[in-house]
């Protein structure tokens, strides 16, 4: 976990899930950047940042363990909610199902962007099992490159680097399908507020009211101008950090 800003006295903390091939220094800005109730951390995978040495992992069971670990290490003694993005949010959810099975204890909140649900044909559709992991990398690279930072795919040093991340990412992300019977109770009991961008591609949208199945409380979905990358617009980050910040106003 990258934290840049303690808050000692902060009443709530964010949990933030970057998207695949990310680091953490997008969210770790957010925590200069919303109220002083809430602090945030950053999940860092390995690989990047501060834990670039170590070799990356594209296994469910050794990421989710990890995160968990991480977790439990002093980070769960008050309220916590989870933000996470494309495969961010995805496995957010896995860390959700792991933290309840093993302390029982749940995010008072989650915020997911521009993901569907790891239960949907949709997201078994999306990842192409057929596909072998290279093929996969391929079609993910060609479908995204034009939102990527431009001082990556034009750096090719910053390529080289960036590029096994992804693709380490993107293996992982097949493996996070979740399987849920049509009669199965809903896994866990937290508000989810879903957001995505109004461009973002129909196979996402069309299932996004299938997180209602996934928890016991109501998954609300909100709009943003932009596809799958609007949080390259800072507007769309103010309007999202506001939301957040309105959520946790009463928690003490």
């Known amino acids: 976990m990258n934290c840049r800003f303690k808050k000692p006295y902060a009443s709530v903390r964010l949990f933030c899930f970057p998207g695949a091939g990310a680091g ?11 109220s002083d109730n809430i602090e945030v951390h950053a999940v860092c995978l390995p690989g990047r940042d501060n834990r670039q040495k170590e070799p990356l992992c594209n296994t469910k069971k050794d990421t989710v ?16 909610a989870f933000w996470g993005h494309s495969m961010g949010a995805i496995l957010s959810f896995w860390v959700a199902l792991e933290l309840k099975r093993k302390c029982n204890k749940e995010p008072v909140h989650m915020f997911l962007s521009s993901a569907m649900p790891p239960n949907s044909t949709g997201f078994k559709n999306i990842v192409r099992f057929s596909m072998s992991d290279d093929e996969y990398f391929e079609h993910a ?8 930072p431009k001082d990556i795919t034009q750096n090719k040093d910053m390529m080289d680097v960036f590029l096994p991340i992804w693709k380490s990412d993107l293996s992982l992300l097949r493996k996070l399908s979740y399987e849920k019977n049509s009669d199965e109770e809903p896994p866990l009991s937290c508000l989810i507020d879903v957001f995505c961008g109004q ?20 998954a609300s979905k909100h709009f943003m101008p932009g596809d799958h990358f609007y949080l390259n617009e800072k507007a769309n ?16």
């Open 141 to 148: 690279l060609n479908t995204f490159s034009d939102g990527l």
């Open 65 to 80: 363990d990890s995160i968990v670990e991480s977790l439990q290490n002093g980070l769960l003694d008050k309220p916590f």
């Open 24 to 34: 953490t220094s997008f969210y770790t800005q957010w925590g200069r950047e919303l």
């Open 237 to 252: 980050v103010k309007k999202i950090q506001s939301f957040i910040e309105t959520k946790f106003e009463d928690i003490d």
């Open 199 to 218: 461009g973002e591609d129909l196979d996402v949208i069309n299932y996004l009211d299938e997180w209602n199945e996934l928890t016991r409380e109501t």
